[in-house]
């Protein structure tokens, strides 16, 4: 048999390694990838072009099902991009709940990709131990907004409903457990030899080329790039938190893995100082041709009633113009472009997904590694594709 | 004001005939140039200006208008920490304009889409193929005419009964 054949390998759309609906054609030299070639769009929805026919209001849950394990973060940048059309204030409690719940999102969407990047490799104990400790982050979700993933709590101009009683209590278990949890984590990885022997020098890309290629996120950071959207571009009240931004030198998995580990530490110091922060008041911004009146007013009052049938029927106009909003989302760089044409939907809205980009690098990663450690590149880029795909 | 931003001020003085319009808005810089020079505009601000983050890519459908389209630049800088958007008119009959995999990788995929779903040719992109869609889909499905429930199905009435 002839030495230099290529071979070619499907692998996906239904694998346990690819995290959804991935599909990869590699070529391989014997165990060396050659070349790869990623075929998405199995989960393609349109979301884009859904949002063109719904108001404002109604696109709102379109983007929970983006990327489906960090929704929060979604509604974030959504939110936030609206608000910024419409140039509206948001009162304090609204945005440092909304800090709070997005960096429980963080840890969420992180635990998720420590779990089965770990699986992939082949440590199944993260991976219980992980999926055991989200459940705490989600029984938060069920009990503030009733869903355990598309949460579709944040509104435009607020919250969607105040916090339940007893979310302090469950908040702050969270907060005493977890450092445990993630010494757990570290302490079955860190040192463990298999971890070492297939996560360091994996998939390298210098800090030029990730830039080139577009990551964001953990990736990017990974790869010594010191730079974070909450810290460099503040948006909803992160410039009053203290939180360090982890870097990485060798630009490789194991980096990657420590960047996201420190990351979670972060997520939790940011929420105890939001805790603090967290005072009674409003939820919503002083705006009532954009926000639901109270349910008092629509259940007992004529105008309160004609006021919420008014937003839910024919939402409000947005002012013309076009702006982008990006946030910080576990993944990397999640960005709305809105354009209004001053109607009462979205003339056009652009979703910049992180894994979308993210992903665009694969090839690049993986050129010349070796097939298994193909999977261990798919586990470090963390990617959704209910997000590449939309 | 958007006048006074020093990429407007560079960008006016190098490319006096092409630059169409500036804007400021919500605090965001928007410049609209030629599409003949879009490639210029994009290594002027990577190399000189330190835009070094291609961000996004993406098309906007003004239909009804001339032109029809939009091409649209995201981009950041690492260093200074802020974002400029360029914008380039593309119209419905020469619907073409360079591609800036030249400059930038993470081009290549957000090329594609904007020709998967918007129909813009990208010229010297290396491979200029659907990649949400099916490779034997017809038309592009973000386009303004191009109907919500897909070309071979009744829009929806409402319920029947």
Known sequence: ?390 | MAENNRAVVKLKERFADSVLDCKEFRGEVTVTVKKERILEVLKCLRDDLRYNFLTDVTAVDYLGQTPRFMVVYNLYSIPNKDRIRVKAPVTENDCSIDSATALWNSADWLERETFDLMGINFTNHPNLVRILMTDDWVGHPLRKDYPLQGPDREPYKGRLS
């Open chain 1, 1 to 390: 048999m002839a030495s230099n054949e290529i071979m070619t390998l499907n692998m996906g759309p239904q694998h346990p390694s690819t995290h959804g609906v991935l599909r990869l054609v590699v070529e391989l030299d014997g165990e060396v990838i050659q070349k790869i070639t990623p075929h998405i769009g199995y989960l393609h929805r349109g979301v884009e072009k859904l949002s063109e026919h719904r108001t404002f209001h109604q696109t709102l849950p379109l983007t929970d099902r983006l990327d489906y394990l960090a929704p929060m973060s979604n509604n974030l940048g959504y939110v936030l991009a609206v608000e910024k059309l419409l140039d509206i204030e948001i009162p304090e409690r609204a945005q440092v709940v909304r800090v709070i719940m997005n960096e429980l999102t963080r840890l969420k969407s992180h635990l998720v990709w420590i779990a089965c990047h770990a699986l992939d490799i082949g440590a199944m104990t993260v991976f219980i131990y992980a999926f055991r400790e989200r459940e705490k982050v989600m029984e938060l979700y069920e009990m503030i907004s009733g869903a355990r993933m598309t949460s579709n709590y944040f509104r435009v101009g607020g919250l969607s409903k105040d916090l339940p009683v007893g979310f302090e209590q469950k908040v702050q278990e969270i907060l005493d457990t977890f450092p445990g949890h993630l010494d757990t984590y570290e302490g079955l990885l860190t040192k463990n030899t298999i971890w070492l022997q297939r996560t360091v020098g994996n998939g390298v890309i210098s800090a030029e080329d990730a830039i080139d290629y577009g990551i964001t996120g953990p990736a990017l950071r990974g790869s010594g790039v010191d730079w974070d959207l909450r810290r460099d571009n503040p948006y909803s009240g992160y410039e009053n938190y203290d939180f360090k931004v982890p870097v990485g030198e060798n630009c490789d998995t194991f980096d990657r893995y420590k960047v996201r580990l420190v990351e979670m530490r972060e997520s939790l110091k940011i929420v105890d100082q939001a805790m603090k922060r967290l005072k009674p008041g409003p939820i919503l911004a002083d705006a009532p041709q954009v926000c639901y009146p109270p349910k008092e007013s629509v259940y007992n009052s004529i105008e309160g009633l004609i006021h919420h049938f008014k937003i839910a029927s024919e939402g409000f106009p947005v002012p013309e113009g076009e702006v982008y909003q990006g946030v910080e989302a576990p993944k990397g760089e999640l960005g709305y472009y809105i354009v209004s044409d001053g109607g009462t939907r979205p003339y056009r809205m652009r979703i910049r997904p992180p894994s979308f980009v993210n992903l665009g690098a694969i090839e690049k990663m993986a050129k010349g590694s070796m097939l298994a450690d193909l999977v261990a590149i798919i586990g470090t880029l963390d990617i959704v594709l209910g997000e590449i795909d939309r």
